[in-house]
């Protein structure tokens, strides 16, 4: 069936490193691909998305890009913050309706 | 921006017992939808929801569980019989419309704790 496999963490960066959480997904169609992020407590707030091959999806500094040859859709961030601290999971959506979500990855970032 | 809002934030129900968690998703939103973390895992979806009936569900949403539009504005998901196994965050969600690709707005979460 339709899913999504995320890399696994939990992931714990230095403030300003580098981030990449990989995601992967299997899907009969051809689905639109969200992140979306957990802060502690909170719910699920969408991150960014992108709805057909080669998109890439931007926001706060995050990006990703649907990469239908590889079917993949790795987040990624030039410098986290410790207020990117949070939990990220990737999703699908075929047909625009129900979301398969990944696992999730919990990301904390030390000063 | 407008919001998708839950209450209870907490329900702490006695196995055995019904319990209702209540969305108000936003309100031009024509699409309604719930789902389920249990502690540690991946959010699963429940069930959508579309003019008065439910669109698709799936394998975990079964005859245990009922959703509701009553008035307009709440969405209700209703566990009867609740089990130890039912304890999980529930997220509710709205959608405005399926052509324009628009994303799913989630809630806070309700976290259901069966005792």
């Known amino acids: 069936g339709d899913s999504v496999t995320q890399m696994e963490g939990p992931v714990t960066l230095s403030e300003e490193a580098f981030l990449t959480i990989n995601c992967t997904y299997t899907?009969?169609?051809?689905?639109?691909l969200f992140w979306y992020v957990q802060y502690p407590g909170e719910g699920l707030q969408l991150l960014l998305k992108?709805?057909?091959?080669?998109d890439k999806g931007s926001n706060k500094g995050f990006e990703a890009t649907y990469r239908k040859e590889t079917t993949s859709f790795h987040l990624e961030k030039g410098s986290v913050q410790v207020s990117d601290s949070a939990v990220y999971f990737c999703a699908l959506s075929l047909n625009n309706n129900d979301m398969r979500f990944g696992a999730g990855t919990r990301l904390t970032v030390k000063p | 921006e407008p919001e998708v809002t839950q209450t209870p934030s907490h329900q702490v129900t006695q196995m055995g017992q019904e319990v209702i968690l209540r969305c108000v998703p936003i309100?031009?939103?024509?699409?309604f939808y719930w789902y389920r973390q249990i502690l540690g895992q991946k959010v699963e979806f429940l069930v959508s929801f579309y003019n008065n009936e439910i669109s698709e569900k799936s394998e975990i949403f079964d005859d245990q569980f009922s959703v509701e539009r009553p008035d307009g504005s709440n969405f209700t998901l209703k566990i009867r019989s609740t089990k130890l196994e039912d304890s999980a965050m529930y997220f509710c969600a709205s959608r405005g419309d399926l052509i324009s690709n628009q994303p799913q707005h989630f809630g806070d979460g309700t976290r259901l704790s069966i005792l």
């Open positions: 309100s031009n939103h024509l699409y």
């Open positions: 992108a709805t057909k091959a080669d």
């Open positions: 899907a009969t169609g051809y689905p639109s």
